[in-house]
């Protein structure tokens, strides 16, 4: 991966008639890096895949590829690829038939055509499945016969909006080690676009995770796992229990309440996993509302004064029964310290 910026969106205002979907958007993109674009329903990360494809026109802004200015330029001429999520397969054709279709379109015929064909399929390893149709494929490979259309074309980025969310937790796995085995070989520039945050910490070189319409933190998977900044972002990544601070104390319905430790300087709020949360001892008391067994740890959730508190302990300890009461502690030093609360 270079550090040379390869793709910057420069910003970038996108709208559907008078609603706003990305206000001013700035994100620099390196060449070969593989980038996530995160968040939920309504953040605006497809708005901005569509408009990199140049399948929607900005109202502000600009974007620029590998030094050139794409703002207006038509989709067919950016040479960016685009991966769907329903594969957009021609169902009466062939695998190698579906993955020339484009170079076909683009002039290309006889040894060249095969050649280039050929090695598309081998590199999402399909070459024995060339004379199959797609309804003969599992879903994985259907996947990945699109992924080799759009890399047989040298895209110079490549595009993929939510392209594993049609597959089984097996095959999604499966693919997400193919696409990154794919992304390392080729070095193609890549932009993922998912609501699922397992699969962007797994995938990613860095994780763009979005919030209506803008960005809410840009880092490595790392970086937005471990050191979120706002409450938005812990909550994504894990962090279940979320306390903003007022005077060193945790804010809640029912007032103020002192903290285990030592509140870091400056930060707005605090942010524990349930795995942080310390359970059967403390000041503070729940009941046991829910529990479910989740292969190493039991969840619980529980009711207590300072709101509902989601827990975790090991699957091996004694299970805790609806209703029981149960003391714990959300102590500082296991907290992640938030710089904003809303």
């Given at each position: 991966?270079?550090?040379?910026?390869?793709?910057?969106?420069?910003?970038?205002?996108?709208?559907?008639?008078?609603t706003?979907?990305?206000?001013?958007?700035?994100?620099?993109?390196?060449?070969?890096?593989?980038?996530?674009?995160?968040?939920?329903?309504?953040?605006?990360?497809?708005?901005?895949?569509?408009?990199?494809?140049?399948?929607?026109?900005?109202?502000?802004?600009?974007?620029?590829?590998?030094?050139?200015?794409?703002?207006?330029?038509?989709?067919?001429?950016?040479?960016?690829?685009?991966?769907?999520?329903?594969?957009?397969?021609?169902?009466?054709?062939?695998?190698?038939?579906?993955?020339?279709?484009?170079?076909?379109?683009?002039?290309?015929?006889?040894?060249?055509?095969?050649?280039?064909?050929?090695?598309?399929?081998?590199?999402?390893?399909?070459?024995?499945?060339?004379?199959?149709?797609?309804?003969?494929?599992?879903?994985?490979?259907?996947?990945?016969?699109?992924?080799?259309?759009?890399?047989?074309m040298?895209?110079?980025?490549?595009?993929?909006?939510?392209?594993?969310?049609?597959?089984?937790?097996?095959?999604?796995?499966?693919?997400?080690t193919?696409?990154?085995?794919?992304?390392?070989?080729?070095?193609?520039?890549?932009?993922?676009?998912?609501?699922?945050?397992?699969?962007a910490?797994?995938?990613?070189?860095?994780?763009?995770?979005?919030?209506?319409?803008?960005?809410?933190?840009?880092?490595?998977?790392?970086?937005?796992?471990?050191?979120?900044?706002?409450?938005?972002?812990?909550?994504?990544?894990?962090?279940?229990?979320?306390?903003?601070?007022?005077?060193?104390?945790?804010?809640?319905?029912?007032?103020a309440?002192?903290?285990?430790?030592?509140?870091p300087?400056?930060?707005?709020?605090?942010?524990?996993?349930?795995?942080?949360?310390?359970?059967?001892s403390?000041?503070?008391?729940?009941?046991?509302?829910?529990?479910?067994?989740?292969?190493?740890?039991?969840?619980?959730?529980?009711?207590?004064?300072?709101?509902?508190?989601?827990?975790?302990?090991?699957?091996?300890?004694?299970?805790?029964?609806?209703?029981?009461?149960?003391?714990?502690?959300?102590?500082?030093?296991r907290?992640?310290?938030?710089?904003?609360?809303a």
């Amino acid at each position: 991966m270079s550090d040379h910026v390869y793709l910057s969106l420069e910003a970038l205002t996108l709208a559907y008639g008078d609603t706003v979907a990305v206000d001013g958007l700035d994100l620099s993109i390196a060449e070969g890096e593989l980038i996530t674009l995160l968040g939920p329903s309504g953040c605006g990360k497809t708005t901005t895949m569509r408009a990199v494809a140049g399948l929607l026109k900005p109202s502000s802004g600009r974007i620029m590829l590998d030094g050139r200015d794409v703002t207006r330029l038509g989709a067919n001429k950016r040479q960016v690829g685009l991966v769907f999520q329903s594969y957009a397969l021609f169902p009466h054709l062939s695998v190698y038939e579906n993955v020339a279709f484009g170079l076909k379109l683009k002039g290309e015929r006889g040894r060249d055509l095969e050649g280039h064909v050929m090695e598309g399929l081998k590199t999402v390893g399909l070459t024995q499945f060339a004379s199959r149709k797609p309804a003969e494929l599992s879903g994985g490979q259907q996947q990945r016969v699109s992924l080799a259309r759009s890399m047989v074309m040298h895209p110079k980025v490549l595009l993929l909006d939510e392209p594993l969310s049609n597959l089984d937790a097996r095959l999604r796995l499966e693919m997400r080690t193919e696409l990154q085995r794919v992304q390392r070989e080729t070095g193609v520039t890549m932009i993922f676009v998912t609501h699922d945050q397992g699969e962007a910490l797994a995938l990613a070189d860095r994780i763009v995770l979005m919030k209506g319409g803008a960005v809410e933190q840009i880092g490595t998977p790392e970086d937005l796992y471990n050191r979120p900044k706002s409450a938005f972002v812990a909550d994504f990544v894990g962090f279940e229990n979320v306390f903003a601070v007022e005077d060193g104390k945790l804010r809640t319905a029912d007032g103020a309440v002192p903290v285990s430790g030592t509140v870091p300087a400056g930060a707005a709020a605090l942010a524990w996993r349930p795995a942080m949360v310390a359970l059967g001892s403390g000041p503070h008391h729940g009941s046991v509302r829910g529990v479910s067994f989740a292969g190493g740890t039991r969840e619980y959730l529980l009711d207590s004064s300072l709101g509902p508190i989601k827990a975790e302990a090991d699957a091996a300890l004694p299970v805790h029964d609806l209703g029981t009461t149960l003391a714990f502690d959300l102590p500082a030093e296991r907290a992640a310290p938030l710089q904003r609360y809303a």
